[in-house]
């Protein structure tokens, strides 16, 4: 009845529900971008909804991206969001769980870690961690078989991370306990933490333990290093040992571990879902993972020389798979701020009030038709000039933009106005990206070298989404069919 009645006209239309608290929870959650779709239809670009109890209020297309991402400090805070679930996971004194100009320091340290010549010494050690996988593993054995993918990407994603951004030593320690724990954390990042991080159920017990155990394996490690008088490595952890926050403060060693786990947990549900999605997308169009093959040979030679960094420049294809797959997939459907005052929508008579939550969705305009030919095909010669779904603004557009700004941790493209925006946008936006390309076109580039992918029934279907946990991925059972080329290392 409340719905009926007159509102107040400064605040977005509310979408139409028949319970009070519960409102559009289990519509949105089952498909947030279906949601976000017909809703947009229903009420336009901005919306509010009833989202377990809190008016969340959505604001799509570039203009909304704008809006919410690049908003100012003294309007919108992340850590008020997502400091619940966060903290008990990560552990204190990092991320959203300092004031927001301390982790702004924190992205800065971890990002100088992320440099080209880091990189060129990943593209090697991802390479090696893909190639043993695929040798090891029980899945993987003989000519052929059918394989549920995601778990395996998983592992290889957690692998291939672990090794890159945090050493050898740390990598080991993933057949041993590592694994294990690191599960029993990620139960923590299940949505009903939202509201239940607090209760001392099993789950909850276990990531605690699991957070105190990790914690302690990098602090121990850090120790280590310490007495052994380690300094010149270029890894992750050697990178925060040396860091100093302004006015001299040493990043303290239970902070450096909490950054570590924070870090490893950012990447691994982002990247292994899109790794698992390109491999499905693959499997649904064999014949471009054969054109990936033969770019491969085409540009890097015939004898498929080991992967270095500088090769990945020459696969045009390669990239554009990842970019593709992340243009219909990005795991984050939902980026979410509080409002902390009242907040005019420029070019219209709404104004946001602080007891709304605001939610990003920059998925949608990445799926508008108005910027992407035949949105809902995914189609990775798409990112080639000339071709008949490019991106219907100039390419230069949709990838960079102009506005640079530095919100401490270095310049970073504002984003404002880009319909593409897997990586997000403003003072939050990902330090990751260019980490998760290198990981993601190696992982794929070694793949295709040994396998050649289908779906088991022959079909280009295309498996359904899994919205269940707070970032989204594909369905499971995801089985697919593998089938190793004659002249792949045989193992
Ligand atoms: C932030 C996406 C991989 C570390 C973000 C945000 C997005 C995103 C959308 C913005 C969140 C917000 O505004 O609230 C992705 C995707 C990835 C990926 C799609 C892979 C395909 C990684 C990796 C790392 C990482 C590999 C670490 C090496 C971070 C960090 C933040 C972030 C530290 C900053 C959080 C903040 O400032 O609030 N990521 N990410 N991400 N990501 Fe990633």
Redo the contacts with the bound molecule.
Sequence with gaps: IVQFLPRNSHEPPLVFHFFPVIGSTVTYGMDPPRFFKENRAKYGDCFTFILLGKKTTVYVGTQGNDFI?NGKIRDVC?EEIYTVLTTPVFGKDV??DCPNSK?MEQ?KF?KIA?TTDAFRSYVPIISDEVTNYFKKSADFKGKSGIVNLPPKMAQITIFT?SHA?QGKEIRDKFDETLADLYHDLDMGFSPINFSLHWAPLPWNNRRDHAQRTVAKIYMDTIKERRARGETGAQDMMMHLMNSEYKGGVKVPDHEIAHMMI??LM??QH??SS?SSWIMLRLASRPDIMQELYQEQIDNLGADLPPLQYEDLAKLPLNQAIVKET?RLH???HS?MRAVKQPMPVPGTKYVIPTDHVLLAAPGVSASDPQYFPNPDLWDPHRWEQGSANAPSIVRNEVEEDDEKIDYGYGLVSKGAGSPYL???A????????Q??NV??QTIVAVTVRHFQFSNVDGSDKVIGTDYASLFSRPLEPAPIRWERRDNAVAV
């Design positions: 991402l992340a991320v959203y982790l992205k971890m992320l991370a951004l924070a870090l950012a990447g982002s990247s899109t992340l990005a795991p984050i980026i897997p990586f997000g403003g003072r939050h936006r990902c330090i990751g990206e980490f998760a990981q993601l």
